[in-house]
């Protein structure tokens, strides 16, 4: 039995109540988050050991008003149920409240820790099946337990940020096959609902140098709400791969399963009154990789961590196993500031403290006051990393000082509180699951030790991103987002194309559709789905729909040119491609079909135009370089004809192709001979019709007889031209 005496220094009469000591229990566990790849949360034999005292809220409420601005002494004495009157144990800590209220609650996300198979440069923290188990909740610290707000998305999603004013929400969202370039913007409500039209693509964007498929990574939304501000690819980077971007590793261990950290990247900022995203000059260099931006409390600087870019998977690279191991790509970040200046940026400048440290620092926060900047302190990389520790330092520059609230095992994921005087952050140095815990700083930035923000979520998920949010109690009680449940439904239609279930895929996007009748790519792949079957008058119906909701879709242009193509309406075909090419210059199907359609007309000096422009964008497509080799190999206009040039292109058809197929092989054969290489054409022609033969292809057998014959006595074969098949249809 324990006796626990509290005595106050107001001089406030002391409380005192008895305990039999609970044992330390493990808590809550969510069965859907076990799994063989994770464990369940053990006591350790020191706290198997341990007994407990829970105060009843009473109690609980008179020791807060008596030890504010007054200490409070607690002291616990230990009995033996069988001699009461003689203590064995005696301890005693001496506590206060804070007169400073938490106030706002704090929003976060909640998350299982399943290890899932790594994939090159893609983030994959969980496999596909458990994404529905993430939740995103809201606590209150003054309460015993947390509002659910969102469950059960099939699509990831994270990085969340809130305006200072508790007006505005943003969160990268992942988009339909895959897309990670989506971001959502809105309004807070009491019930949020994040619509489509809620969530901006940087690709939509009309600064079209930035990557179409960018990673969003770390997007703050600016404290009035106007701006975002985001890490994104250069113009240098346009088309490259996340993996040329990112370092990712997945690792068995369920502790720290993962590590992510840009290696290249510049930043970029959103106005959601212009729908436009552009640079920001001075955070811009591709020398750099520039990223974790976060705003000053007035919005007129960032603070950003920068280090040199670099390859993340260099040559020779080898695959670590397990965090802080010595093979993941070496980076040290270094902290900077910059002027945002409406957008014209200026010249970015270390924070001395925090940059040139020998050290990785990064994730920064700036308090309220503008005064203080908390930052990640590690020894490489960032996030989840075990070695991970808080930092303060002037906002200006100056000395940093290692927090007092630092915990054994990783730190980090930390917010303000909207008054400056509480700072919210995640460690795992009590489970092996994040949990979250709060520490109050004073005038001068010291914190105060950090105190547990229990029953956040089961013991065996993990609590990540938690940030203080400026709402009224009632102000957030629930958020749905519709536009995910398109997303969903988008991909189980691509799933269902890719096995050839045409028409089940096309139901599915059509249930997309009715959540969101003007979709322009939901209408669009309808619409590929019937020129597949066929169906071209139907296929034209749902494209000028995809048109109709959005005129600039090149897609939708191609695929209807396509379409009306079919039909022999060719002059209607030729200005659909055109607008696509107008659209998208770099549309190399478009291109190829346009192509098609000019020759189709007669138009073959026009025609051979475009499969050039189209193969230097794509140089590999065998229909189109088979199809420009035989044209420029056999038609019967001279001025068309260029031996030298259907060689190299159908040689190039033959080495993609393996050799094997007779038809390209035969394009070859004619090459070789327009440009007088009769015997290359002989034995080409030979062996092509060897394959045909084998292949039980009668009529291609029947032409290369005649064609061999022709390049046996020396002479080139003349064709007119013809109707080629049109390029299969771009989705």
């Known amino acids: 039995m324990w006796v626990i005496d509290v005595a106050f220094s107001d001089g406030s009469a ?84 804070s007169k400073d209220p938490v106030g706002a609650p704090i929003f976060y996300r909640d998350v299982p820790q399943i290890p899932s198979e790594p994939i090159k440069g893609v983030v994959t923290p969980l496999p596909h099946y458990a994404l529905p188990f993430i939740a995103w909740r809201l606590r209150y610290v003054g309460e015993a337990g ?86 994104v690819n250069g113009a240098e980077n346009y088309d490259r791969a996340s993996y040329y971007m990112y370092y990712t590793a997945n690792y068995k261990d369920y502790r720290f399963n993962q590590v992510f950290y840009p290696t290249r990247g510049i930043l970029a900022w959103y106005s959601r009154a212009t729908g436009r995203i552009q640079p920001l000059p001075g955070a811009d260099d591709p020398r750099y990789v520039q990223t974790d931006a976060v705003w000053s409390p007035d919005g007129k600087y960032l603070v950003f961590a920068r280090a040199e870019a670099r390859d993340p998977y260099p040559p020779g690279w080898k695959l670590p196993e397990h965090a802080n191991d010595p093979e993941e790509a070496p980076i040290q970040y270094d902290l900077y500031r910059i002027p945002f200046n409406d957008g014209r940026g200026g010249r970015p400048e270390p924070i001395i403290g925090a940059s040139q440290n020998s050290m990785s620092n990064s994730f920064p926060k700036v308090s309220p ?34 927090m007092r609230c630092n915990m054994s095992l990783m730190n980090s994921w930390h917010s ?29 930035g010291n914190d105060s030790p950090p105190i547990s923000i229990d029953n956040a979520t089961a013991v065996n998920r993990a609590v990540n991103l938690p940030e203080f949010v400026n709402v009224p109690r009632d102000g957030l009680l629930k958020i749905d987002v519709p536009a995910a449940e398109i997303y969903r439904l988008t991909d189980s239609g691509w799933d269902l194309a890719k096995k050839g279930q045409l028409d089940a895929a096309m139901a599915e996007w059509m249930k997309a559709l ?34 109709e909701s959005n005129p600039d879709a090149d897609e939708a242009h191609g695929n209807i040119g396509l379409a009306l193509m079919q039909e022999g309406r060719l002059a209607e075909a030729s200005a659909h491609l055109q607008k696509a090419l ?44 088979n199809q420009a080799a035989w044209v420029l190999a056999t038609c019967s206009e001279a001025s068309v004809r260029n031996g030298a040039e259907a060689v190299h292109l159908a040689e ?3 080495q993609i192709s393996g050799g094997q197929d007779p038809a390209i092989l035969d394009a070859l054969a004619a090459a070789y001979a327009e440009a007088g290489r009769f015997a290359n054409a002989v034995q080409t022609a030979k062996r092509a019709l060897s394959l045909a033969t084998k292949q039980s292809q009668q009529d291609l057998a029947q032409a290369l007889s005649s064609a061999l014959t022709l390049y046996e006595a020396k002479t080139p074969l003349r064709e007119m031209p013809s109707s080629p098949a049109a390029f299969p249809p771009q989705h």
């Open 416 to 444: 303000f509180s909207p008054t400056g005087h509480w700072l919210v952050f995640s460690s795992k140095s009590r489970w092996p699951y994040t949990q979250m815990f709060l520490t109050h700083l004073d005038e001068q």
């Open 582 to 625: 107008g659209i998208n210059p770099a549309n190399a199907r478009a291109h190829f079909n346009l192509g098609y359609a000019l020759y189709a007309a007669g138009k073959i000096p026009q025609a051979l135009a475009e499969w050039r422009i189209g193969l230097r964008i794509q140089p590999d497509v065998l229909p189109v370089l």
């Open 514 to 547: 009715e959540l969101d009748p003007r979709d322009a790519n939901l209408h669009s792949y309808v619409g590929a789905a019937l020129m597949q079957e066929g169906k071209f008058d139907e296929a034209i119906l749902q494209l000028q729909k995809a048109l």
């Open 652 to 654: 190039r058809a033959a």
């Open 146 to 231: 947390s509002r659910l707000l969102l469950e059960g998305m099939h699509s990831c999603a994270n990085c969340h940020s809130f305006s200072a004013d508790g007006k505005t929400f943003g969160m990268i969202l992942d988009g339909p096959m895959g897309d990670k370039g989506l971001y959502a913007i809105t309004s807070i409500q009491p019930h949020m609902s994040i619509r489509k039209e809620d969530v901006i693509s940087w690709e939509s964007s009309r600064y079209k140098p930035l990557s179409p498929m960018r990673i969003g990574f770390m997007a703050q939304v600016s404290p009035d709400g106007q701006y975002v501000v985001s890490m």
């Open 14 to 97: 002391k409380i005192q109540t008895k305990s039999m000591g609970e044992r330390l229990r493990i808590g809550e566990i969510d069965e859907r988050c076990v799994a063989p790849t994770n464990e369940l949360p053990k006591l350790t034999p020191e706290q198997a050991a341990a007994h407990t005292w829970t105060p009843d809220a009473m109690t609980w409420e008179a020791i807060k008003k008596h030890s504010k601005e007054h200490s409070a002494t607690v002291t616990i004495t230990g009995f033996r149920e069988t001699n009461p009157e003689e203590p064995v144990s005696r301890g005693r800590v001496v506590i206060k409240t």
């Open 369 to 402: 006051d503008g005064r203080w900047i908390v930052f990640v302190e590690c020894r490489n990389g960032q996030l989840l990393r075990p070695d991970s520790q808080l930092y303060i330092v002037p906002a200006q520059g100056g000395k940093a000082r290692r």
